[in-house]
């Protein structure tokens, strides 16, 4: 026996992106040997003892010959133990263990263990879109994965459970149905909602405007005054998200191991811890993986106490805020990971935390200067939004609540859709994805709010960057209130809402 006698379509995750594999087995007589090539990892070297024990424990007999398995294209790096599968059916289908012809329309992916049970392999739709785009008509997953993999439509999905099962679907055996869902989708009611909070007003609109808007949003104020309350109730207002999106979110939450059941519904929320370094906040490693920007990708990064986080990871964050996507160059390769995400921020506006509290703060000047050191002039300028947040009053508590969250995101699902309809084709989805063209076309201010921004530019109170920031904060007040014309009081209220509330030190570059 020569050649390549069974080719087989399987698919490796590159970044976020799926690229296509082709796992080419060659059988020759001589010494028995195994051997796997095409620029896999540890992982994938060691496949070998995997895949012979699985072959055998299913039944099937391991050629006693010399077998190459190659993983093409050759220049692609190959990560991780989900070609297992792929290359235990090329074998068979080499060794006339089960039909060859039938493969041309498979793409299989998998981890196999020594028993030839087919294990859960994270990345399941990312592959299920790359069988697609390749035109193939059917895929073998895990079937923990299947049903994240029947998303796609247009692919048939096949779910096994062993290599067996595998290669009795392969010789013609009817596929097994979908796995049932393993649990509905949470609600809204399991939120937090904004009826437990008291007071706040400013807090709250600024919420509303983040929320409808697409805005990053910092908190300042003293410990207990509800920063991280209130931060944590944004998720129970954000609007749904489209199917494309929903896929977006679920395709790389599916990559990083987080999510194996059907479609993503609610935008993500995370809230990484401040001891996080920069390659886990926006991604990195060897090979890279995505960070906790690219998990919030379409949803809210939260980063409570703010002024804790090491200023390395703040400071990698200032591009994925501008760019919407990070790039991570590793061994002159560069992979691009999605970050359109809000920024939520919390801080103190001191060491003690009680800065302008009475007489109760007793941090010296040199602890305030180190203090504000922390946070740059930069990063502070991409924040739309700079709001105070102070303790509520006593009658404040005992008062009913202002608003809920069922109306507020009521609110904000007519802004919302108001902006999908003015970006329709756009590259930004919302007023807070707006560039410079964009918000030159379509922030169209009367002549009152024309003087007003040009007064608080010429103040210097305002950069650039500032002044687009703080169109967009209007055009999303017009929004939320139904007008087409950005008003006078809507770019006070936005100018209001992005003061200074830090120290003065902290200007943008």
């Not at 024990?53 to 039944?59: E, K, L, P, R, V």
């Not at 093409?72 to 070609?83: E, Y």
């Not at 504000?372 to 924040?383: C, E, I, K, Q, V």
Request: proline share 7%; glycine share 8%; with cysteine.
């Amino acid at each position: 026996m020569s050649g390549v006698l069974a080719r087989l379509a399987t698919f490796a995750i590159d970044g976020v992106d799926p690229r296509q594999v082709w796992v080419e087995v060659d059988i020759h007589p001589g010494l028995q040997t195994f051997t796997i090539v095409g620029l896999g990892d540890a992982a994938v070297r060691e496949s070998r003892d995997r895949i012979r024990a699985a072959i055998q424990n299913s039944g099937f007999t391991f050629p006693p010959t010399r077998i190459t398995a190659n993983l093409a294209p050759a220049f692609l790096r190959k990560v991780g133990p989900g070609f297992d599968c792929a290359i235990a059916l090329a074998i068979l289908a080499a060794s006339e263990q089960i039909p060859r012809a039938p493969l041309a329309d498979y793409a299989v992916y998998g981890e196999l263990s020594l028993t030839g049970e087919v294990r859960d392999s994270p990345g399941a739709l990312a592959v299920a879109e790359g069988a697609r785009r390749a035109g193939l008509r059917r895929l073998i997953v895990p079937r923990d994965r299947a049903r994240e993999a029947a998303l796609v439509d247009g692919l048939q999905v096949v779910p096994v459970t062993t290599l067996r099962s595998a290669a009795d679907v392969v010789g013609g055996g009817d596929p097994p149905p979908l796995p049932p869902a393993l649990s509905s989708p949470a609600g809204y009611a399991s939120e937090p909602d904004l009826s437990d909070v008291r007071g706040h007003a400013a807090p709250l609109l600024a919420l509303e405007i983040a929320a409808a808007g697409g805005h990053n949003l910092l908190f300042e104020g003293a410990p207990g005054t509800g920063k991280t309350m209130l931060a944590r109730r944004l998720p129970s207002i954000l609007p749904a998200m489209s199917r494309d999106d929903a896929l977006e979110v679920t395709r790389v939450h599916s990559i990083a191991g987080l999510h194996s059941d059907g479609l993503i519904s609610r935008r993500p929320f995370r809230a990484p811890h401040h001891t996080i370094s920069a390659p886990g906040l926006v991604g990195g490693g060897s090979p890279p993986r995505p960070g906790e920007a690219t998990l919030a990708n379409r949803g809210v990064l939260f980063l409570d106490e703010l002024s804790e986080f090491p200023r390395p990871s703040l400071e990698a964050l200032r591009q994925p805020l501008e760019d919407g996507q990070v790039t991570i160059v590793r061994g002159q390769r560069a992979l691009v990971f999605p970050t359109r995400f809000m920024l939520v921020a919390a801080t103190n506006p001191c060491p003690c935390g009680f800065a302008g509290v009475g007489d109760r703060c007793r941090c010296g000047e040199a602890d305030l200067r180190r203090h504000r050191r922390r946070l740059s002039g930069p990063l502070l300028d991409r924040m739309d939004l700079l709001v105070s947040v102070e303790r509520p009053t006593e009658q404040e508590l005992r008062a009913p609540p202002v608003s809920s969250s069922a109306r507020v995101r009521e609110r904000v699902a007519e802004a919302r859709e108001r902006q999908r309809l003015r970006l329709a084709n756009q590259r930004a989805s919302c007023n807070g994805e707006m560039d410079g063209r964009l918000v030159s076309r379509h922030v169209r201010l009367d002549e009152r709010a024309q003087a007003i921004l040009a007064r608080a530019y010429a103040s210097g109170a305002l950069s650039a960057r500032g002044r687009h920031r703080v169109l967009r904060t209007a055009r999303t007040l017009a929004d939320l209130s139904g007008r087409e014309r950005v008003r006078s009081e809507d770019l006070l209220t936005a100018l209001s809402l992005r003061q200074r509330v830090l120290a003065e030190e902290w200007v943008a570059a």
